[in-house]
């Protein structure tokens, strides 16, 4: 594969990522699906999309495939269990929010730079994101008064993945030109 195409495919899975960024911010509008769904089905997808950019890297760093491997399994667990209540998921999300920050960190200080930077970057993103939900951040009651009322479910993760998307999309077409065969 030639490095145009990795790429060229590394920065169309990080607008991917965004567009699922965008989608996840909008969630509170949709009552449709089972909110411990929707959010394993965006894992799931950010997982795929993620896995997909860390095969068509030239250079494989096992901690860029930790955190794709970690966001895919995090929303094959959530979409698969019928059983999962709002603590479940909350412990669950916080547990992916923190894997996938310590593999970002660990990919970010064994890269050099501008790579590193845009590692770093996402991992401190996710790792603010956990400690956010955490300490009880009642992020909820920003998107409720914004949408008005909406499962807490939704409404608690909502703008959590919305964040940790774009952290995630802005590295992968921030470090796609970077990337050398």
């Not at 950010?46 to 895919?72: D, K, Q």
């Not at 960190?105 to 939900?133: K, Y």
């Amino acid at each position: 594969m030639s490095i145009g195409l990795r790429r060229t495919l590394i920065r169309l899975a990080g607008l991917l990522v965004i567009l699922l960024a965008f989608g996840s911010a909008l969630l509170p509008l949709g009552h449709h699906i089972p909110a411990r769904t929707v959010i394993g089905l965006l894992l799931l997808a950010a997982g795929v999309i993620e896995l997909a950019a860390f095969a068509a890297r030239p250079t494989h760093h096992v901690a860029g495939g930790v955190a794709a491997a970690a966001t895919f399994l995090a929303g094959l667990r959530l979409a698969l269990d019928p059983t999962a209540n709002y603590f479940t998921v909350l412990n669950f999300v916080i547990l992916w929010l923190v894997v996938r920050s310590a593999a970002l960190l660990f990919l970010g200080l064994r890269t050099s730079r501008p790579l590193c930077s845009w590692a770093l970057f996402a991992a401190a993103v996710d790792l603010i994101l956990a400690i956010a939900l955490l300490s009880g951040l009642q992020i909820a009651f920003l998107v409720i008064g914004i949408f008005g009322p909406t499962s807490e479910l939704l409404a608690t993760f909502a703008w959590v993945f919305a964040a940790s998307f774009v952290a995630a999309g802005v590295f992968l077409i921030g470090s796609a030109p970077l990337r050398r065969s």
